[in-house]
């Protein structure tokens, strides 16, 4: 089965999401990813906004001293959260959900995501898997924190990070300000060029 993967933080950057897939160093990071059983890129690709809040929060990753992006539990109105989907293999969504939370595997029940709309799969960073709607007949997912917003720290992001999803934000041809203005609004959000 096809899945789409909705991204809202550096994997909006193509290139940086093809780590995950190929099993490569993404450009700011400290750290290889393992990659995917099946290397095979997304089929396609696609640029949609959800009315969740985005935030950053944890003190430290592979991208340095600073927080990482995730989304709240419950949908916000005149909230936009943009992102890029991927449609991926089932067994390839699982193999980034897997190594998104330092992990070798992960058996998620995909079904019981879009029955229950959201489901605790690991306790990682990104251990909560929620189900979006679907396009063209195949179901979107994303992942974010099993805390809400409310149980977080708020940090602001690591320099690198940030970067990335501005270069993300740019190949979706949003203007310098477009995307500081869209990421300054966010909680702990920064201006990714005056870092």
Known sequence: MDVWYFSYGSNILID????YIHGETPAGSTRAE?????KTSPK????????YSLYFSKERSKW???GVAFIDHKPVDNTATIGRMFLIT???FKDVVAQENNE???DI???KVIERGSAKVTNGWYGRMMYLGEKEGAPIFTFTSNTPMSGQKIKIPAKPYIK???NGLMKMNMSKQDISDYLTRKHGGVDPFQT
């Open 16 to 19: 940086r999401f093809l780590c």
């Open 34 to 38: 393992v990659g995917c059983q099946d």
């Open 44 to 51: 396609e690709t696609h640029i949609m906004s959800i009315p």
């Open 64 to 66: 340095g001293e600073g």
């Open 90 to 92: 089932e067994d390839q």
């Open 104 to 106: 070798t595997l992960i």
């Open 109 to 111: 029940d995909l079904k």
């Open 164 to 166: 990335t999803i501005a």
